[in-house]
């Protein structure tokens, strides 16, 4: 039985949670920015085309600049010359924004230990999710973003995003 | 190689000590007389293609073959008569070093910077000796011995390239002081790495005059994941799972070309079925290969449609790939001796399937693609190379066969049976971006012939060497022999024992020629091993192919160029 403003409009309006509507309009539109380097960069680019199909997570609209863009996809191995980019693209995207950790080279440095491998961009930059493969298979990537959509419905606009992260502090955050 | 080269060769260079290891003719000669030996091998006998410079560090070698620790090695190739030839000098000090060859081939410009950056070589009289892979702070040269795999060097800010692009906008004559005269000045502009149109691994610095391009920096590296001083640390079969990551888009011909190197060497005699096999694969990747590049390039210059039709075939190839590897990118399905296993049951018809689907993808893109007044307008003549700079600049491939040289390895020093196949070699004519685009439609078309040759060509039969220095010996023994289990535990833990020595070996892939160049030093480890990758020198030329020309261009013309960061920086 429909209650307060529902029983006078009747089915055309709904009521919701401030917060529901808008995690619900977040989490089915997150912009990836594909900070692509290496071997994950190409099954990112199976993930886009027409048999796995991002778009059918909302997650299409692919954009190259981080202003654009709140989910940062990091498809590849860092190495040291590589990570103060990301580290400068990381800053440069507002909030709120998610940070997606695709591959083993990203997550830990992989099978690479060696003097010019980052060894995980969580060295760098906060993750929110992590996936694993060598590179990871596309369904690895639309679970991850699965995860993600799972995280932000637990948001709340009177939650500050940044906070989430205020304490960390990469090796480049001197 | 016949046996006339090497004594025309000793003849030529009586100073030098003159060997044949495996195909290739070894000069070793004094420091003093490097620069004439190899002025005389390019006017004299024909090597006008630089392959690769590199180092090599005798610090831990048993019995080093000389007494200087370090020894710089150049790669030289005679195309046309198939003849590479080695030239060995050996580095008293490092920091003198040795004298740059950089004037005679302009492929040497970045293999001696290389050379610098990962062993502290120096090469006098070299333009612009900085590093290549390394970062600016980075501290020591890592492939020397002495230095420890693990120690890590972290980079706090990049280098702004401001001043080495300053250096080459200088060096140029393109009369830009005359613009502050119409109150205007020279732009600079910084592209990269991370930008969609440099594939996230390239970064390039231009100075402009309103869009032409005067001047033109690259600079490499930011995919530098250290393949070389890994290599040294795995044993022969341990490394081919990291050289699926080199050309990760063609990650096949890469397992093929680094085994068929050590299986030269070390004399090893694989089984027709498996040369049948590389051939089928091979070919195969080379299509997946050239099929990416396509589809990257016609995204680049705003044709998205283009991309799901060549990228769809693609992806139908991975369910082929997944079971016959059972991983969709990384093959790692060739091993010494032989390949991890024999296809799946019914394979022909799948491959037969496939090939029919990537002809009707690959025509209906040319369709579209090829008469296309925007691609035309785009593409033709633009950044045009003629013959003598490509080779100059080292490039191999269907770079360089697009300029009109016709070059293959696939033809020029057969193996596997190529000699057997018909099939042609692309040329382009005009040696601008709309060959290189092109070009690769082309050899789509020839692989699948090949293919489907080799299908009706191929044998029964193992597809692995019957011998336990070498393969793994079936598990029945291994569980039931004490042989087959002390075989196996050998081989696990140390690996092919290949016999000591030094040689290289090239194969044709699809982005050009990738060789090997291995120091054994008779261990199950290899002791160096030096990649020549193709996409490296190809795109070392790229400053020299885009001045002049306007920013669009310098995009478009680097994705037909198809560089893969992978294999750039290894």
Known sequence: MALGIEASLGESVLTSKLDEIINWGRKYSLWPYVFGTACCAIEFMSTAAAQFDISRFGAEVVRYSPRQADMLMVCGTITYKQAPILHRIYHQLCEPKWVVSVGACATSGGIYDNYCTVQGIDQIIPVDVYVSGCPPRPEGILNALM?????????????????????FRGILDQ | MNDTALTQL?????????????DTAVLDVQTDDLTTTLTALKEN????LLLDVTGIDYLTYPKPPQKERFRVVYTLRNWRDNLVVQVRTGVSNPKIGLPTASSIWESANWGERECWDQYGINFSGHPDLRRILNHVQFEGHPLRKDYPVDKRQVLMESDSLEAPLKARLASKDTGHEAMTELGTDVMFLNIGPAHPATHGAIRFAVALDGETILANVVEIGYLHRGFEKLAEK???????????RLNYCSSMMNNIAYVKAIEKFANIEITERAQFMRVVLGEFYRILDHLVCLAAAGVDVGGLTNYWYLYDEKEAAYDFISKLCGGRLMSTATRIGGMYHDFHEGWEKEMEFHLAAIEKGAGDSQGLMEKNRILQDRMQNVCRFSPEQAISFGLTGPNLRSCGVPFDLRKDAPYYNYDAFDFDIPIGSNGDVYDRFMIRYEEIKQSIRIIRQAMKMIPGGPVNVNDPQVHLPKKAQVYTKIEGLANHFK???EGVHVPKGEWYDGYEAANGELGFHFVSDGSGTPYKCKVRPPCFYTLGSFPAMVEGSMIADAIVNLSCLNIIGGELDR
């Open chain 2, 491 to 493: 081989m696990v833990f």
């Open chain 1, 147 to 167: 995860d993600l959509q799972k995280q932000i419905e637990s948001n709340s606009i009177l939650i500050d995003p940044q906070a989430r992260h205020k304490d």
């Open chain 2, 234 to 244: 795995h044993t022969y079969n341990q490394v081919i799972p990291l050289t699926d």
């Open chain 2, 10 to 22: 000793q003849e030529a260079f009586p100073s030098a000590t003159c060997t044949q290891v495996i």
């Open chain 2, 45 to 48: 006998f024909g090597c006008d």
